[in-house]
């Protein structure tokens, strides 16, 4: 079992600044890929960045040039800078790992969301 803890969220005005984290622990072998998803009121769930091992980043567009993933992969831990937020990226956010064990086989983790609350 791999446990998250994440951080960071909050209520920020429109230009403004947060940085979530997320911290796994427990029966972690090797974490790759990890990242975020948000989930805005009445919508699915969504892709916002991931990041591997190896430090490869994947970016939902609209994001691109304002959201950073990073992970300190010695502390097991992702994070996410977001920079010039908008009320549309008000949602609740989640961290994503994937924990691949000895045989290759990887499991998913979700943290327990942070909510981001953006006014205009």
């Known amino acids: 079992q791999v446990q998250l803890v994440e951080s960071g969220g909050g209520l920020v005005q429109a230009g403004g600044s947060l940085r979530l984290s997320c911290a796994a622990s427990?029966?972690?072998?090797?974490?790759?890929?990890m990242g975020w998803y948000r989930q805005a009121p009445g919508k699915q769930r969504e892709l916002v960045a991931a990041i591997t091992s190896g430090g490869r980043t994947n970016y939902a567009d609209s994001v691109k040039g304002r959201f950073t993933v990073s992970r300190d992969s010695a502390k097991n831990t992702v994070y996410l800078q977001m920079n010039s937020l908008k009320p549309e990226d008000t949602a609740v956010y989640y961290c994503?790992?994937?924990?691949?064990?000895?045989?290759?086989?990887?499991?998913?983790?979700w943290g327990q969301g942070t909510q981001v609350t953006v006014s205009s």
């Open positions: 994503n790992v994937n924990n691949v064990d000895a045989t290759g086989l990887g499991r998913g983790y």
């Open positions: 427990g029966s972690i072998f090797l974490i790759n890929p």
